[in-house]
Nanobody
Framework: VHLVESGGALVQAGGSLKLSCAASGSIFSENRMEWFRQVPGGQREFVASITNDGITNYIDAVKGRFTVSRDNDRNMMFLQMTSLTPEDTALYYC?????????????WGQGTQVTVSS
């Protein structure tokens, strides 16, 4: 499985961005996709997740501002980000987890940079 993120950019505080993650390869019908973010010197932080049937979850810091969605037909996931703050500045990663015969497989993208200026 190959994951490619896009959509990162430099944006002013209060602005919006939409990130995309395109998945290719052997993708199973049941899986969970997630967004993580990481700042230099920091740990990778969970941001949001969505299952193949649309169940979502968010960290408190982004609730009400970020919306995760997916297009199963195109094997894509999105993160609509609004009311951005400098604290949202990070490298954003796409993550996919799926299981086969009781074994879990996880995959990561290379990341897309989001920079929010004050």
């Amino acid at each position: 499985v190959h994951l490619v993120e896009s959509g990162g950019a430099l944006v002013q505080a209060g602005g919006s961005l939409k990130l995309s993650c395109a998945a290719s390869g052997s993708i199973f019908s049941e899986n969970r996709m997630e967004w993580f973010r990481q700042v230099p010197g920091g740990q990778r932080e969970f941001v949001a997740s969505i299952t193949n049937d649309g169940i979502t979850n968010y960290i408190d810091a982004v609730k009400g501002r970020f919306t995760v969605s997916r297009d199963n037909d195109r094997n894509m996931m999105f993160l609509q980000m609004t009311s951005l703050t400098p604290e949202d500045t990070a490298l954003y990663y796409c993550y996919l987890r799926q299981e086969q015969m009781g074994r879990g497989y996880v995959f990561w993208g290379q990341g897309t940079q989001v920079t929010v200026s004050s």
